[in-house]
């Protein structure tokens, strides 16, 4: 076999009108389009989902429009300018969130009338939080949780994926891969990742016989990032459990 090609750098669009909509991400959607009418005392959104759900995406597209900070953790002490929005990615109990620093965050962002935007991969409401004021604020935070894609948008997304690298790949080739695909958003990555780098490799256009080799080795457990998977056809719908 050819050497793999590095990954490369692609551009991929992410402005509203690219971000492809499913039952899945509907809701959490919604709640983006709707600021700055969030409702509560404390204007916070908890955007809920496994990795490579679109959580990110959302919040880019929330960040464009209104110039929220992205903070991927905070101190206690820390600074955070004199911006009134913004994005807190990955919230968790732990040392990277302190409770004290959260806490004021909150608090200041309320009264100067700003927007929390907190992804986080359970909700922050049900989270073990020591302080106690801090776990009263975050139960009264609206939540969207972004759910499993089904067939339809799974299609979707590799298809956006193959169109924003400029590959043409036919629609049988798609039914054949989503037919036998983990239901996840990490495993339409990495199965069109995995496509794209022996494609570039091998000098193979996105056949048929290309994606039977690549599932065939997700199906064998070769690629580690994703659970191996079943070699024959899932059912239309069906639901297995996000890696």
């Known amino acids: 076999m050819a050497q793999l090609p590095l990954d490369l750098q692609f551009i991929s669009a992410a402005d509203r009108d690219d971000f492809i909509i499913g039952e899945s991400n509907r809701l959490a959607t919604s709640w983006i389009d709707r600021w700055p009418d969030?409702?509560?005392q404390y204007r916070i959104l908890n955007l809920v989902g496994p990795a490579a759900s679109g959580k990110s995406?959302?919040?880019?597209?929330w960040r464009a429009r209104s110039g929220a900070a992205y903070l991927s953790s905070l101190a206690r002490g820390a600074e955070t300018g004199d911006g009134q929005d913004f994005v807190l990615d990955d919230v968790a109990v732990g040392d990277s969130w302190d409770e004290e620093a959260l806490f004021h965050l909150v608090n200041r962002t309320a009264h100067d009338g700003g927007s929390l935007l907190v992804l986080s991969r359970t909700p922050v409401s049900r989270m073990s939080w020591t302080l106690a004021d801090l776990a009263s604020r975050f139960r009264a935070v609206t939540v969207a949780t972004l759910e499993p894609p089904d067939d339809v948008l799974l299609r979707q997304l590799l298809e956006k994926y193959f169109a924003d690298r400029q590959l043409a790949i036919s629609l049988p080739v798609l039914d054949y891969m989503v037919s036998r695909m983990e239901r996840?958003?990490?495993a339409v990555q990495t199965i069109a990742a995995a496509m794209d780098r022996r494609s570039l490799a091998e000098r193979r256009n996105l056949t048929l016989p290309l994606a039977r080799d690549?599932?065939?080795e997700f199906a064998d457990g070769t690629h580690a990032r994703q659970q191996a998977l079943p070699t024959g056809s899932q059912p239309t719908g069906s639901k297995m459990e996000d890696s």
């Open 38 to 40: 969030w409702p509560g």
């Open 57 to 61: 995406h959302l919040a880019g597209i």
């Open 184 to 186: 996840s958003f990490l």
């Open 214 to 216: 690549i599932m065939t």
